[in-house]
Structure formats: structure tokens, C-alpha cells
């Protein structure tokens, strides 16, 4: 079980009430010590008095006249807390109404405590030796006191109990204030983070340092949110400026192809368009790249069955993979099985970029399977080839831009496929494992499904 | 036919047009959309191609401009956007088809051949159709060469049909993914070569007279 909360403003409001708290219980300590200190001095005050008027009677009138006064005093009921004994030599009590209890020798204060039917009575009492060899013991119970000290206890602790609540309910409210509006800036960071460029934090006008933050946080996205902007555009110009002169660069090319005779130039012309076009693609791929990276998540995407997609992807390669001596085969949910959210020409594109590899790099007579179910909240889709796999030291490479993994050097493509299923699972909230398939390659997607 | 181009790069532009004249159009050409918007209110024609980016007033904006004016003039749109919203805001504002650059000539060709025939169709739809003695019953999905039978899977039904609705036209790679697989994606390999080379078995393969023709550097044609 745990014992400290999770959230740090929970834990900063726990820290700040045991502080308070502590600091009112060592206060209260302090407060109790001294007010206990103050009464027992009083009464030794009331007690120093009592004895010297007994004395001095004892000096003018003599030990039978201060007996007198003893036995008189503890018969009367004037004052009930008052305790007296006087002590022979011998330690027997002559006259007293309390027990004398051992004491060092040559005590002048002691402090003891009378057991009787009314609980135990603390008493503050003092010893005097008298000239005759007897010992007179005048005290005091302190009953007021400690009912007085009791009473102060007992609000103490109720104090006590009302403050450690209300600062406790305080904290907790506090803490959620705090907790709340922390919240809402995270949960912004992680919508912004996750692609909802257009979202910003709340602001209350208050002013405080959480408004003030919040402020500053806007304003970083709304810098942010230009700057992008600004790379999008110049992208889009990009796009614009730079393929056009390609593009009549391979028309050029394929103009001069079209009139040539020459069966070598013809061939040269040949290559020369296949290197532009290849160039092209990838300037293409590239852009696609970068636009699906700018683009929001898909909350607001259609719901679409993957199984569908992955059917026609199937269909799509098929005949391809036969020409190579490659079975395709797919295990697919009944329909319905595989619902997600997402955009169809760009899963569509994922599956063709994975299936493409799998196929390319398939030896003949293998089988690529295709499996796609639904595992608890997520779908997943495994691609299971026969090929040379991917070492494991490389598997995160390959999903780098131009990355070709030195094995597959002298096939076609851009190098950006990979990087390219990366950017649409990433929009569409899912991952992607490249895992061992003993012999060749699995490659295992998992998104999210849609509720039902 | 008369084509209006409106195009503001020089070299596309004149590119563009001496495709267009080799094939036999007569072409008015216009650099800025304000020009543009003017002559193809003004004059009649059969096509516009239109670029998308124009100074002096936006294509999109020329485009719906046009449309609202009740002009119907097929609209073939020309762009570096390719991505699926810029491809849908064009054709919501009312382009017939959309063609991103890079393009090559062939592929332009072959679109505006598509959306002139669309455009000159009409009438109601057929239930047949026939290219020399292929022959495609749309009803009872059914295939003739002469008088045998040909057994079509139904993509290859669908590749088949397309490819007779735009019969003796080149068309593309590209046009072939969008109408028959409906998914608008960058295919990596030959994978629509292979299926037209199974098609092709199917349906001339034993015939003296082959039908379905490559054209370097385009796409394919159906013909005789």
C-alpha cells in the first residue's frame, strides 16, 4: 500500500499540515510546561508561607502549641488540599493527614503522590527540621492545578483535532486547486504534443504565477504553431518551385526519347528517365513524409474495418508474389472485427509499404502471412516473412530516412517506406514492432480499436 | 477541341501547350488567374487546364468563381498539393479531375481525354460494352472475346471495365489505382503492371489480334 500520494501539490499539502501540526503539538508541550511550572510555584509560594506562620508559632509558643495548631487544622475542613505531618525523630507520625513518604535525607521540597478514593492526588510539600529533633511537612494537594492543567490539555487536543481537520480539508483543496489547473496545462502539453497544434490553455484573468504560466505556455505554442506553419509553407513552395523544373526536365527527357532512333542513346535517355523518375518519387515521398508529420491526430478520421484495407492490399500483391513463387495468405476477424479510426489512404499506404518489403525480400516458395485480431483494447496486425529478418542492432535504424540496411543496398525504393509507416502509425496513435521470425522477419502493428 | 490554359511558369506552360497542339487542340494560353477567369468568361471552350497556384487571383478562387457563374466547362486542376483535403477542396469547388506535378505529359493527355469524354457522354448509362469482339455485359458480369467465355476476378472485372469505358485513350498508372482499387497511394513496385499482365492473358492470349497495349512511358490503352 502506498503511503505518500502520488500527486506532488497532494504531497506539499500533506508536508505543510504535518508541519503545522507538529509545530502546534511541540507549542502546546512548550505552553503545558510552563504553565504546569508557573502553578507548582505558586503553590510552593502558598506552602513557603503556610510553613513559616507555623514556624514562627512553633518559635513563640513551642512545639505543643504547633501540635495544637496541626490537629486543628486537619480536623477543620477550611482547606481541603492542605496536607500536614510532623515526623519524630524516629520516624513516627505524631500529627498528620497525609502519609510521609521516603525521602532523601536533608530533602526541603518534595513532590509525591497520595493514592485515596478520589484517584491520586499529586501534593507539593515541604520539609522542615525543627530544633526539638521533629520534622514538619506542609503541602498542598494540587488538585485546581491539575484540574486546571487537564482542562487546558483537553482544549489543547480539541484545538488540536479542529485544526489538523480544517487544515487537512484546507490542504486537500488546495492541493486540488493546484492539482487542477497543473492538469489542465499537462493535458494541453500532451493534446499539443500529440499533434492539436490549434489548442491552448485556459486563462482565469487572475494574474497569479499559474495564469502567468499558462501566458507564457500560449505564447510558446502560438510561436510554435507560426513556425510551423512557416516550414509547411515553405514546403508547399517547395513543392511547388522546385518540382516543376523536374518535372520539365523528365518531360524533356522523355520528349528526346520519344525521337531518338539510336537503340544506345535510347537506352541512356532510358536510364536517365528512370534516375529522374526515381528522383521524383523520392522528392515525392519526402514531402508526403513531412505533411503526414504536420498533420493532427486522427480523432476526427471516419471508423473504417482494417480487415477491409487489408484484404485489398492483399488482392493488390497477390499476383505479384505469385510471379515471385511467393503464397500470400491472410487470416482475417469477421467482419466488423477490426475496427479503427483512422485515415483509409494512409493505413492503406502503410500496408502496402510492409507488404511490399515482405514480398521484395521473401525468397521463392516461402509464404508471407498476413494475421490480423483483435488482442483486449487494440488490433494487431502481424506480417510474418520467411526472408534474411533484420538484425536486431538494426531494427530501429530502418525506420530512419534513407536509411537502407547494407543487405538491401541494390533493391529499388526511396529508403523512406519504412519511415513513412513510422509517421502514419504515429498519427494514428499505434506502434510497431519489428520482432524474429525464426527464420525472417515479423513485423507486428498494434492501434488502437474502436469501442463498441 | 479548344483548350484554355492558365498556367503562370513559362516553361510548363509552353510544354503544356505544345503537347496539347501536337495532339491536335487548339490551345489560348493565359500566365495570371485574372486573365484567365476573363478569357473563360468571355470565350467558349471545351477543357481548362487550370493551375492551382496563380498570381493575381488564386485558381480555386477562379474555379468557384466559374462554377458559380454556371459555367460547366470540364476543368482539369493542376497542382504541387497533393494531399487528399487539397485534392478534395479542389474537386468539392468543382474540378472535373485533379493532377499533382510532377506530372508527365501523357498522364495530362490521358486525364483530359477522360473528362472531355465525360463530359460528352450523356444520355443514359450502357449495359454493354464492346471493343472489336471483346464484349463486357455489365448486368450479368460477364466477359466475351467472340464467342468464348472469360472467367474475371472481380477486381480484374472492374480493371477490365474501366479500360473499355475509356477505350482507343491512354491511361495511366495512376488514373487505374484511383478508379479501380479507390485508394489514392503511392505504389512502390510494378504491382499494377503484374495485373494488367494477367488481364492481358486472360483476354488476348490465343487471339491474333492483341487488344490491351502498353504505352511506353504513359499507361495502357484498349483498342484495337
Redo the contacts between chains.
Keep these: 500500500m502506498r503511503l505518500m500520494p502520488r500527486s506532488t501539490s497532494a504531497r506539499l499539502a500533506l508536508a505543510v499540515t504535518a508541519s503545522f501540526l507538529f509545530a502546534f503539538v511541540l507549542l502546546g508541550i512548550g505552553v503545558h510546561y510552563a504553565v504546569s511550572a508557573m502553578l507548582i510555584q505558586d503553590a510552593r509560594e502558598l506552602v513557603k508561607v503556610d510553613a513559616a506562620g507555623l514556624v514562627e508559632m512553633y518559635q513563640d509558643d513551642g512545639g505543643a502549641a504547633l501540635l495544637a495548631e496541626l490537629r486543628d487544622r486537619i480536623a477543620s475542613d477550611d482547606d481541603p488540599d492542605a496536607v500536614y505531618a510532623l515526623t519524630a525523630p524516629d520516624g513516627r507520625v505524631v500529627a498528620g493527614n497525609t502519609p510521609v513518604p521516603n525521602h532523601r535525607r536533608g530533602a526541603h521540597w518534595i513532590e509525591f503522590t497520595e493514592h485515596s478514593g478520589d484517584g491520586d492526588l499529586r501534593v507539593v510539600a515541604q520539609l522542615l527540621r525543627l530544633p526539638d529533633g521533629t520534622t514538619l511537612l506542609t503541602g498542598t494537594r494540587t488538585r485546581s492545578q491539575d484540574r486546571f492543567l487537564g482542562l487546558m490539555l483537553r482544549t489543547a487536543l480539541a484545538a488540536l483535532l479542529v485544526a489538523a481537520s480544517l487544515g487537512a480539508l484546507i490542504g486537500w483543496m488546495t492541493s486540488r486547486w493546484v492539482s487542477r489547473r497543473l492538469r489542465h496545462l499537462d493535458n494541453t502539453a500532451e493534446r499539443v504534443g500529440g499533434g492539436e497544434l490549434d489548442l491552448r490553455a485556459r486563462l482565469d484573468g487572475s494574474d497569479d504565477a499559474f495564469d502567468r504560466l499558462a501566458r507564457r505556455f500560449n505564447a510558446m505554442l502560438d510561436r510554435i504553431e507560426e513556425l510551423l506553419g512557416g516550414v509547411r509553407h515553405a514546403t508547399?513552395h517547395i513543392?511547388?518551385d522546385l518540382?516543376?523544373?523536374?518535372?520539365?526536365l523528365?518531360?524533356?527527357l522523355?520528349e528526346a526519347?520519344?525521337r531518338e532512333q539510336d537503340a544506345d542513346a535510347a537506352a541512356r535517355l532510358d536510364a536517365a528517365?528512370g534516375e529522374t523518375d526515381q528522383l521524383?518519387?523520392s522528392f515525392?515521398?519526402l514531402?508526403?513524409l513531412a505533411?503526414i508529420e504536420a498533420q493532427p491526430p486522427v480523432h476526427d478520421e471516419p471508423e473504417l474495418d482494417l480487415a477491409d484495407l487489408v484484404r485489398?492490399a492483399a488482392?493488390?500483391?497477390t499476383?505479384?508474389a505469385a510471379?515471385r513463387g511467393i503464397a500470400l495468405t491472410t487470416e482475417l476477424p469477421s467482419p466488423g472485427g477490426a475496427r479503427v479510426r483512422g485515415?483509409?489512404?494512409q493505413l492503406?499506404?502503410m500496408l502496402?509499404?510492409l507488404l511490399?518489403n515482405a514480398v521484395?525480400y521473401a525468397p521463392a516458395d516461402t509464404e508471407v502471412r498476413l494475421g490480423l485480431q483483435r488482442e483486449r483494447q487494440a488490433i494487431v496486425l502481424q506480417i510474418d516473412d520467411r526472408g534474411p529478418g533484420i538484425p536486431a542492432e538494426d531494427r530501429a535504424r530502418v525506420f530512419d530516412r534513407f536509411q537502407r540496411l547494407e543487405t538491401h543496398r541494390g533493391s529499388?525504393?526511396t529508403g523512406l517506406?519504412m519511415s513513412l509507416v513510422r509517421a502514419i502509425l504515429h498519427r494514428h496513435g499505434g506502434h510497431i514492432a519489428l520482432l524474429d521470425n525464426h527464420p525472417g522477419l515479423r513485423v507486428r502493428v498494434t492501434l488502437g480499436a474502436v469501442e463498441d | 477541341m479548344r483548350v484554355l490554359l492558365v498556367e503562370d511558369?513559362p516553361?510548363?506552360a509552353s510544354?503544356i501547350a505544345k503537347g496539347l497542339r501536337e495532339d491536335g487542340h487548339t490551345v489560348d494560353h493565359a500566365d495570371n488567374g485574372r486573365d484567365g477567369l476573363f478569357l473563360a468568361t468571355t470565350e467558349s471552350f471545351d477543357a481548362i487546364v487550370l493551375d492551382r497556384?496563380l498570381p493575381a487571383l488564386d485558381g480555386l478562387v477562379l474555379l468557384q468563381t466559374l462554377r458559380g457563374a454556371g459555367n460547366r466547362t470540364p476543368v482539369l486542376l493542376l497542382?504541387?498539393?497533393?494531399?487528399?483535403d487539397h485534392r478534395v477542396e479542389g474537386l468539392r469547388a468543382g474540378a472535373d479531375d485533379y493532377l499533382v506535378?510532377?506530372?508527365?505529359?501523357a498522364e495530362l493527355s490521358a486525364r483530359l481525354d477522360s473528362i472531355l469524354r465525360r463530359g460528352s457522354a450523356g444520355g443514359s448509362e450502357p449495359t454493354r460494352l464492346r471493343v472489336a469482339d471483346l464484349e463486357l455485359d455489365l448486368l450479368s458480369r460477364e466477359a466475351r472475346r467472340g464467342d468464348k467465355r472469360i472467367e474475371l476476378q472481380p477486381?480484374e472485372f472492374r480493371l477490365l471495365e474501366y479500360l473499355m469505358r475509356q477505350a482507343e485513350r491512354v491511361v495511366t498508372r495512376t488514373m487505374l489505382l484511383e478508379a479501380v482499387?479507390d485508394?489514392?497511394?503511392?505504389?512502390?513496385?510494378?504491382?499494377i503492371d503484374?495485373?494488367i499482365s494477367?488481364l492481358r492473358q486472360k483476354i488476348d492470349q490465343g487471339y491474333p489480334r492483341p487488344l490491351l497495349h502498353t504505352v511506353r512511358?504513359a499507361g495502357y490503352r484498349l483498342g484495337a
Design positions: 508547399d513543392a511547388h518540382r516543376t523544373p523536374l518535372t520539365r523528365r518531360n524533356r522523355e526519347r520519344q528517365i521524383l518519387h515525392g515521398a514531402l508526403r505533411r485489398d488482392e493488390l500483391y499476383p505479384i510471379e485515415d483509409a489512404d492503406f499506404q502496402v509499404n511490399d521484395k529499388p525504393g517506406g | 511558369d516553361h510548363t510544354f497556384m497542382t504541387a498539393l497533393g494531399e487528399v506535378k510532377p506530372f508527365a505529359y477486381r482499387w485508394y489514392h497511394f503511392d505504389p512502390q513496385t510494378n504491382v503484374v495485373h494477367r512511358g
